[in-house]
């Protein structure tokens, strides 16, 4: 069942790719580019507007979904069970895009209002 939590999230998301896709915005390709020297970044001081926290969950997640561990198996489940695996997708592909643009316009301008972490 959706809880308001999950709608948020998927709202998020949609805002994030609607956003993504105005003109001008950047690409799938340069936010993928952008994403080594975000960490990067993050982990050394330099951008504060991600986490090490949220840096931390985002890695979480990834080793969520590559793991042969799932709390609900799709070998007994079938189908429901790749539920939980498609919630945590959704959940990082919307950081990916929310968190890389974010690092895209404080590369353009560091000293304004993108380096915060709000």
């Known amino acids: 069942m959706l809880n308001p939590r999950r709608i948020s999230a ?3 998301l949609w805002r994030a790719v609607m956003r993504g896709r105005r ?10 580019r952008a994403l080594p020297r975000m960490v990067g970044a993050s982990l050394g001081g330099r951008y504060r507007g991600l986490s090490r926290g949220r840096l931390a969950l ?8 590559v793991s042969p561990v799932d709390l609900v198996p799709e070998l007994l489940f079938n189908v429901f069970g790749l539920g939980d695996d498609a919630v945590v997708a959704l959940w990082l592909a919307g950081g990916f895009l929310v968190e890389t643009e974010r690092y ?15």
């Open 23 to 32: 003109p001008g915005a950047p690409g799938l390709g340069e936010r993928a």
């Open 58 to 65: 985002f890695l979480v997640g990834v080793v969520y979904l």
């Open 104 to 118: 895209l316009g404080w590369q353009r301008d560091p000293t304004g209002q993108w380096g915060s972490a709000d």
């Open 10 to 12: 998927f709202r998020a």
